[in-house]
């Protein structure tokens, strides 16, 4: 199909790591598209907030095992659904093609989904001016 575009995901050593396909007229995978960047933003700044917090609070005393453990839950089941989600749009196991068996961090999902978006973006620039 001419509206399925592929896009090459390039480690850091500019080794192809996957392939990623993307219809560029769906809509509707393009608001998921959307929406995770948006829920990846969230996490990084619940995140970023919480370390300042401990970071913080350690000056007075030690944070409780209590708040760390509901904090680690939290941020880790967000990295799932966010992983969960990529993989549900490029493809099964492409995160894990990408970063092998470590999870990603919210930083690395983020500096990710921006390249696919710049990615599409140019894609559709380039889609407009040709028809």
């Known amino acids: 199909m001419k509206n399925i575009k592929k896009i090459r995901v390039l480690n850091e050593n500019d080794k192809l790591v996957a392939v990623i396909k993307i219809d560029i007229c769906d809509i509707a995978v393009l608001e998921r598209i959307s929406n995770l960047v948006r829920e990846i933003r969230k996490i990084h700044e619940k995140q970023s907030r919480y370390e300042r917090l401990v970071t913080k609070s350690r000056k007075k005393s030690r944070p409780k095992t209590k708040a760390i453990i509901e904090n680690a839950r ?8 966010c992983i969960n ?3 549900s749009l490029f493809g099964h196991g492409v995160i894990k093609n990408i970063y092998g068996a470590d999870m990603p961090n919210e930083k690395q999902l983020l500096v990710l989904i921006s390249q696919i978006v ?12 040709e028809k």
């Open 118 to 129: 710049t990615a599409l973006e140019e894609l559709t620039i380039k889609a407009v001016s």
């Open 74 to 81: 939290e941020h880790i089941g967000g990295l799932n659904y």
């Open 85 to 87: 989600e990529m993989d």
